[in-house]
């Protein structure tokens, strides 16, 4: 059984900074390509960012420049750096299987709340 577990979220003014973190229990975690997705308010749940294995990454276009995605497989975590954040931004944050045949996990985190607001 698949566990997924994210922090780092919270109340910031436009162009302030965030780190979210996911830790992953219960899979090979390393061998999957591991995302960032987020699901703000009315909208569909998105991938706004990826990160393979060996550590290739990609991102959705409005967050290029200013999100980072990293991960510490020896820690099971994957990271979401998120730079100059804007309103828009603002959503609860998950992470999940990306990028995969058989697409996320069916278990889903409680997510973190990031909210950009002056």
């Known amino acids: 059984q698949v566990q997924l577990v994210e922090s780092g979220g919270g109340l910031v003014q436009p162009g302030g900074s965030l780190r979210l973190s996911c830790t992953a229990s219960?899979?090979?975690?390393?061998?999957?390509?591991m995302g960032w997705y987020r699901q703000a308010p009315g909208k569909q749940r998105e991938l706004v960012a990826s990160?393979?294995?060996?550590?290739?990454?990609d991102y959705v276009d409005s967050v290029k420049g200013r999100f980072t995605i990293s991960r510490d497989n020896a820690k099971n975590t994957v990271y979401l750096q998120m730079n100059s954040l804007k309103p828009e931004d603002t959503a609860i944050y998950y992470c999940?299987?990306?990028?995969?045949?058989?697409?996320?996990?069916?278990?889903w985190g409680q997510g973190t709340q990031v909210t950009v607001s002056s």
């Open positions: 990160i393979s294995p060996g550590g290739s990454t």
């Open positions: 219960g899979t090979i975690y390393s061998l999957y390509t």
């Open positions: 999940n299987r990306a990028r995969n045949l058989y697409g996320p996990w069916n278990t």
